[in-house]
């Protein structure tokens, strides 16, 4: 190899470095404040906060982010799109044959673990959504019907199979379920009960507050 296309690998190989170190700095500071707006909401959080859990100096969050709204919107849209790829990759993983309310169960679930075990991203977004300015909460938004839908197709297919009761409006039903399992982010404390009783206690709450009876046969 000539001096020439050495050095121009050279080049190429510590171009490839610093963007990778770039990506990883980014990534940093995205964990640190999904970490930190997750536990002191939007009007709490601070870029200092960030910036030392990130382990850089403050300055230096603006190379990667134009401001601090910037940053929480990022975060914001992450932790709803990471959510709906959740749940949407465990509903795959059911059977064909699944039930619908089988499928409802499963959500409740994955939506609790998801949001209070998995991923700051998402307790950062479910907590900080009302507090948000608009500006900051229009891609999370349009996120967030995406994740929606999901729901809704969920809820559908258990009202077309005669598995939701009948006197149940089905989006009142669907978003007083999203709601009160999006409300835990803020209650639940794992040193009070495990995610596993919040999850066993939520399925069982939900499944029988939402399934139809089952026909009895008449004169059994």
Do not use: C
Request: charged share 30%; proline share 3%; no cysteine.
């Amino acid at each position: 190899m000539s001096s020439v296309a050495r050095t121009r690998a050279t080049q190429a190989s510590d171009t490839g470095r610093s963007a990778r170190k770039s990506e990883q700095t980014r990534a940093r500071i995205l964990d640190a404040a999904a970490y930190v707006l997750s536990r002191k909401g939007y009007a709490g959080t601070r870029l200092g906060d960030i910036a030392e859990r990130a382990e850089i100096q403050a300055p230096a969050i603006y190379y990667y982010f134009h401001s601090r709204e910037d940053l929480v919107e990022e975060v914001m849209w992450v932790g709803i799109a990471q959510m709906r790829e959740h749940l949407e990759d465990a509903l795959k993983g059911l059977s064909a044959d699944a039930r619908p309310m089988e499928r409802i169960e499963l959500a409740v679930s994955e939506h609790l673990t998801h949001e209070l075990e998995i991923s700051d991203y998402t307790t950062a977004a479910i907590r900080n959504a009302g507090q948000v300015p608009e500006d900051i909460k229009r891609r999370y938004d349009r996120e967030a019907k995406r994740y929606g839908d999901v729901w809704h197709e969920l809820f559908e297919a258990a009202r077309k199979a005669g598995e939701l009761r009948a006197d149940l409006d089905p989006m009142v039903a669907r978003m007083l379920v999203m709601g009160a399992l999006s409300w835990a982010a803020e209650w639940w404390n794992p040193r009070r009960e495990s995610l596993a009783t919040v999850t066993k206690t939520a399925v069982s709450f939900i499944r029988n507050g939402l399934q139809a009876a089952p026909d009895v046969a008449e004169g059994s």
